[in-house]
């Protein structure tokens, strides 16, 4: 992702709209949790955020670990291995087939279908929990 001229956004996920919703759904079909990225916010606290990008701008959707998990989980979109099911896939796909930005800055490992992954189980992602700092007085709760 090339960000440097970018307008850099930070979002937190419950003020996304379907429609960004179904588009991240698209870039990160397999789950969000494994594309966390680190930031530091404004007061100097580390955080976790989803990044995805556009033509002019680049965002961090605001997400712990934790909350990840737990929309997968919750998601109907979604399978009990927390992959989005093929036809919801297709429907958003061609849905959303004029947004090039989704092919064209957000290619990742998962929204490449040319090798499927082995399946992982939702309740095998607990594991992968951690409290990094103990303080989540800015994150998003579940």
């Known amino acids: 992702m090339a960000t440097s001229n970018k307008l850099k956004v930070i979002k937190d996920y419950e003020k996304l709209t379907n429609d960004e ?29 989803l990044p995805i990008e556009t033509a002019d701008k680049y965002y961090l959707i605001r997400l712990t670990i934790e909350k990840a998990i737990y929309v997968i989980a ?10 989005l099911k093929p036809k919801v896939r297709a429907k958003l796909a061609d849905k959303h087939d004029g947004e090039d930005f989704l092919d064209d800055y957000n290619s990742n490992d998962d929204n490449d279908f040319g090798d499927e992954v082995g399946d992982i189980s939702i309740d095998d992602l607990e594991d992968d929990i951690e409290d990094t700092d103990g303080d989540t007085s800015d994150d998003i709760s579940l």
Do not use: A, C, M, W
Not at 24 to 33: A, E, N
């Open 21 to 49: 919703l179904e588009q991240i759904k698209l870039v990160y079909p397999r789950g969000y949790r494994k594309h966390l990225v680190d930031f530091t916010g404004i007061d100097g606290k580390k955080r976790k955020g």
């Open 74 to 83: 919750e998601d109907d979109d979604y399978d009990n291995n927390g992959k």
